[in-house]
C-alpha cells in the first residue's frame, strides 16, 4: 500500500491493514498540523503509522499528515517539492541528498537552535557530523549502514574451498569454483555498483584514498590508483569471481536484485557485497539446502582503513519552510529516540543509529543474530577510525551515473583500462566542480 506525496489517506486503506481506529475525524481548524513524507514498504508503513498515532495520542490538538509511498519516483517528487517550496515538514531522505539540496546547510531547517529539543546525546559524533552542512546541523540519522561479505556456506563446501578471508583467498575461489561447480557458479554475485564498490574496497586499502575526496569536490586518487581499480574490477569478472554485467543482463535484467536471482536461490552464486541492513533480503530467498553467513573482509596487510564503506542509512530532517519548526523537532525526536516509538519502528529504518532504541533491540532479541554481528562487525571497525567517512558526492545521482556508465564501457570492452581511468580522472573533476 502508498500513499502519493500530497494526497490525503485513504480510510479504506487503513481499514485494510487493521489501522482504522487509529485515526479519528479530520483536523479541527485549531489543530496544528505537520506533514511527514517518507518512501518504505508495506512494513515500515504501518508501524510509522501506529507511531503517528501513538505521538497525536500524546499531543492532543496536533495532527500528522502521512505522505509515503514506495522509493522509486520519491526522489522525484521531492526534488519537485523543495524547488516549489512544498516540501512536507519531516521528511525522510537518503544522505547524500543532503550534498543535492542542502549545499551551504540551508536547504533544510538548522536544528542546533531546537538542542534543548533533541536527545543528541544519544547519537555519536560521527553521526552528528553526519547530517551537518557548512556548520549547520541540517539532519540526523536514522541508522548507520556499511557493506559487508555474505556467503553461502552450503556452496562453498560443496566447492571444497574454504570461506575467503584475504583478497588472494577471494580471487583464488573463482577458477576452483568453475572447474569444480561448473560455468554458472560464482563465489561472487552483485549489480554493477556493487563491483565498483568493491574495487574500491581494495584501492582504498592499498592506496589510502577513495574515489572521491571527502573534503573538496575533485577526485581524490591519483592515477595509478584509479588505473588499478579498472582493472580490480576486471580481474573479478574475468577471473570467475563475480558474475559479469553481460551474464545478469541476459538473465533477466542488469539490476535485479541478488535474491531475485534464481541461481543464488539454489547456491550457484554464493556470495555478496552488500548492506548489512539488506541481509533478512538475501537470506529470505535461500532454499533449504543454503546457509548464508557473515564473512570476514578482507584487508590488505597494513592497511589504515577496512574499505568497508559506510554512511547513515537515511536521515529525518525539517523542511526548510516549515511553520511549525519546534513541533516538527519534538516529533523528529519522538521517532529517533523515544522508547514508545522505539518498542514500534524496531528496526523498519534500519538499526538504530540512537543508543537508547538499539538497546531496546537488543535487549528484546529483535535483531536477528546475523544482523547484530554485522552490527558489531561494522561499528568496531567505526570505533577504530577504519571506515572514513565518505564524500556526499560520491552518491550524488549525476556522479553514480557517471561512474557507472564508464564501468559499463569496461564491462562491454567499449574502451580500455587507461581510457576508462583517464575519463574517470578528467571527466570525473570536471563533473564534481558542477555539482558542488
Known sequence: MSVGLGMDLDRRQFHALGLGSLFGAAPQNNSKVLRFGWWGGAGRHEVTLKAIALFEQQ????????????FNGYLERLTTQIAGGSEADIVQINWAWLAMFSKRGNGFTDLDPFRSLLALDQFSAEDLASGRVQGKLNALPTAYTARVMLWNQATFDRAGVPLPKTWDDLFAAGPLFKSRLGDMAYPLDGELYDMILLSQAYVHQKYGTPYVDPLQARVAMSEEAVYEWVQTYQRLVQNHVATSLSLRTSMGGAEKPTEQQPEWVVGNWAGNF?????????????????????????????????????????????????????????FMNFLLTD????????????????????????????????????????????????????????????????????????????TSPRDAARRLIDDGNAL?????
Open 59 to 70: 499531543n492532543p490538538g496536533v495532527k500528522i499528515k502521512a505522505e509515503y509511498m514506495g
Open 339 to 414: 522508547p514508545q516509538a522505539a518498542a514500534i519502528l524496531g528496526k523498519t529504518r534500519g538499526v538504530p543509529a540512537a543508543r537508547l532504541p538499539l538497546e531496546i533491540l537488543v535487549q528484546g532479541q529483535r535483531l536477528p543474530p546475523m544482523e547484530l554481528a554485522a552490527h558489531q562487525q561494522i561499528n568496531a571497525q567505526r570505533i577504530a577510525g577504519r571506515i572514513p567517512v565518505p564524500a556526499p558526492l560520491f552518491e550524488h545521482a549525476r556522479l553514480h551515473k557517471f561512474m557507472r556508465e564508464v564501468f559499463e564501457t569496461i564491462a562491454y570492452g567499449k
Open 274 to 330: 552488500t548492506w548489512d541492513s539488506v541481509i533478512p533480503l538475501r537470506a529470505g530467498t535461500l532454499n533449504k539446502e543454503q546457509k548464508l553467513v557473515l564473512g570476514e573482509f578482507p584487508t590488505l596487510p597494513g592497511s589504515k582503513v577496512s574499505g568497508m564503506f559506510g554512511r547513515p542509512t537515511m536521515m529525518l530532517a525539517i523542511g526548510r519552510n516549515c511553520k511549525h519548526p519546534e513541533l516538527a523537532v519534538r
Open 432 to 436: 564534481l566542480k558542477r555539482i558542488k
